[in-house]
Nanobody, 123 residues
């Protein structure tokens, strides 16, 4: 079965960095666009970043542009989110997701989701 497993979350101070990883199995990873989303308590899930299946095109939410970088390694079936200059407002559970046939900012269009990893940024 398809599984997406996030890792790398934790507690960091404002201005610090984290790298999230999402390991995929049970799907032909190189044919899927991948996305990162996040959700804070009491808030709706929001788009963070997405990357095309070949890794050549990326899109970011305005709130993270210049600070976060999404990459993928198709040989390792893994997508990453490098997060720099973290702010308290980045605190959320971060989810990776897979969408066959392209990328999207809309979570409803993603077929598979990971369990999430908590990122907490202290001030």
């Amino acid at each position: 079965q398809v599984q997406l497993v996030e890792s790398g979350g934790g507690l960091v101070q404002a201005g610090g960095s984290l790298r999230l990883s999402c390991a995929a199995s049970g799907l032909t990873f190189s044919t899927y666009g991948m996305g990162w989303f996040r959700q804070a308590p009491g808030k709706e899930r929001e788009f963070v970043a997405t990357i095309t299946s070949g890794g050549k095109i990326t899109y970011y939410a305005d709130s993270v542009k210049g600070r976060f970088t999404i990459t993928r390694d198709n040989a390792k079936n893994t997508v990453y989110l490098q997060m720099n200059s973290l702010k308290p407002e980045d605190t959320a559970v971060y989810y990776c997701a897979a969408k066959y046939g392209g990328t999207s900012r809309r979570g409803e269009e993603y077929a598979y989701w990971g369990q999430g990893t908590q990122v907490t940024v202290s001030s």
